[in-house]
Nanobody, 130 residues
Framework: QARLVESGGGSVKAGESLKLSCSTP????????MAWFRQIPGKEREGVAA????????YYATSVKGRASISQDNYNHILNLTVNDLKSEDTAMYYC???????????????????????WGQGTQVTVSS
């Protein structure tokens, strides 16, 4: 059964870094795009970063641009997200998700279209203290 499992969350101090990972225990997913989202209770889910797997094209939300790096380990079928210089506003539950067939043109228009991602993990909590 296809599923995603996030790991790497934790409690850190502002200015530190974290590397989140998303594995696929059920086997590799035929995803055209993989992404990281985050959500704080009571607030809307926010897209953080996405990658178009075939081309390696990446997208970053303004809130993390310059501090985050999304990458794929194709051999181990793992999606990683490294966020440096963490801020208190990065505190959230982080989720990875996969998106089935989508053209690069469509993806570039809407890289973080959450309703087009159809497989989600359970999330990993990131807490940043000042």
């Amino acid at each position: 059964q296809a599923r995603l499992v996030e790991s790497g969350g934790g409690s850190v101090k502002a200015g530190e870094s974290l590397k989140l990972s998303c594995s696929t225990p059920g086997g590799p997913q035929q995803a055209y795009s993989m992404a990281w989202f985050r959500q704080i209770p009571g607030k809307e889910r926010e897209g953080v970063a996405a990658i178009y797997t075939a081309k390696g094209s990446t997208y970053y939300a303004t809130s993390v641009k310059g501090r985050a790096s999304i990458s794929q380990d194709n051999y181990n079928h793992i999606l990683n997200l490294t966020v440096n210089d963490l801020k208190s506003e990065d505190t959230a539950m982080y989720y990875c998700a996969t998106r089935p067939r989508v053209s690069i043109a469509r993806w570039r228009q809407q890289p973080m279209a959450a309703d087009e991602y159809d497989l989600w993990g359970q999330g990993t909590q990131v807490t940043v203290s000042s």
